[in-house]
């Protein structure tokens, strides 16, 4: 059972920046893709970005792209999502998530992990 607690979220102004981190409690954790997931208010759960085990392929959101950079470091068991340029349609709960089979996936039914959330409010 792979245990994840996010941080690093907070109460930022638009065009303001945020590190999110995702620590895992396995040492298996450089076996797992991971993505980062958001969730709005009154919204689906949408996918944010993700990373493959290595680290060697990521994945965005077209919403996110060029403004979010996903990296991780297996050494820490720590995935990381910068956030640059934030606007407020960025605010939501963000979650990160492992998954043990794909290389990096973009629907959420593939992970088998998930952390509790930390919140980001972006205001204008």
């Known amino acids: 059972q792979v245990q994840l607690v996010e941080s690093g979220g907070g109460l930022v102004q638009a065009g303001g920046s945020l590190r999110l981190s995702c620590v895992a409690s396995e040492r298996t954790f450089s076996y797992y893709a991971m993505g980062w997931f958001r969730q709005a208010p009154g919204k689906e759960r949408e996918f944010v970005a993700a990373?493959?085990?290595?680290?060697?392929?990521?994945y965005y959101a077209d919403s996110v792209k060029g403004r979010f950079t996903i990296s991780r470091d297996n050494a820490k068991n720590t995935v990381y999502l910068r956030m640059n340029t934030l606007n407020p349609e960025d605010t939501a709960v963000y979650y990160c998530a492992a998954d043990q089979v794909s290389s990096g996936s973009r629907d959420a039914y593939e992970y088998d992990y998930w952390g509790q959330g930390t919140q980001v409010t972006v205001s204008p």
């Open positions: 990373i493959s085990w290595s680290g060697g392929s990521t």
